[in-house]
Structures are given as C-alpha cells and as structure tokens.
C-alpha cells in the first residue's frame, strides 16, 4: 500500500510564502515522478508544478517563477516552495505521484492541504 502525505499549507498573507512537503511511503519500487494539483472553490483540479525522475520539471504559468518544485529521492519527498502568494493561489493542493509499486505502475494522490491566501 503506497500513501502520500501532505503537510506545509496554512494561512498566508499575500506576499508571503510556504513550502509544502509530501512523502511517500509503503512498497514503492520506482518513482517516475512526483507534482503537485490545486483545486480552488468552484474550479477544475489543474496541474501546478510536476518534476520528472530524470529532472524535468512543468510548472504553470500562473506560477511560473515563484514556484519551486523539488526533490529528496531519499526519502521520497518532494517539495513546493511557494514565494509572492496571490489570492487567487487559495486552494486545496493535492500531491501526486506517478510510480512503481506492488500493484504496477499507478498514478497515487494525497488526501490534501489546503493554502489560503488572504490579507
């Protein structure tokens, strides 16, 4: 059984920034790659930043430079640090894995943290 788990979001002044963290754990054999997804009130789940096991990163344009996605292969965590906060980055930010477990090659997510952005 593979499980992420999220932590870092909170409550931010615009401006501001946090860093999110997500570690995987259980039987994993191989991580092709690991992201991030936010999920705003009334809105559709859309990619943030994703990076590749062979280091290559996506990022949105809405974060491009001001997000940065990142990695610890050993301890299967990767990181968004998120600087100059907007309002409109206020949603619930779901980690996402794309790797090889027990059960073959699956796409896991995160239960969610959520990052309000607000003055």
């Known amino acids: 059984q593979v499980q992420l788990v999220e932590s870092g979001g909170g409550l931010v002044q615009p401006g501001g920034s946090l860093k999110l963290s997500c570690a995987a754990s259980g039987s994993i054999f191989k991580i092709n790659g690991m992201g991030w997804y936010r999920q705003a009130p009334g809105k559709g789940r859309e990619l943030v930043a994703f990076?590749?096991?062979?280091?290559?990163?996506n990022y949105a344009d809405s974060v491009k430079g001001r997000f940065t996605i990142s990695r610890d292969n050993a301890k299967n965590t990767t990181y968004l640090q998120m600087n100059s906060l907007k309002p409109e980055d206020t949603a619930v930010y779901y980690c996402?894995?794309?790797?090889?477990?027990?059960?073959?090659?699956?796409?896991?997510w995160g239960k969610g943290t959520l990052v309000t952005v607000s003055s």
């Open positions: 990076l590749t096991s062979g280091g290559s990163t």
């Open positions: 996402n894995a794309d790797l090889v477990g027990v059960m073959g090659g699956m796409d896991y």
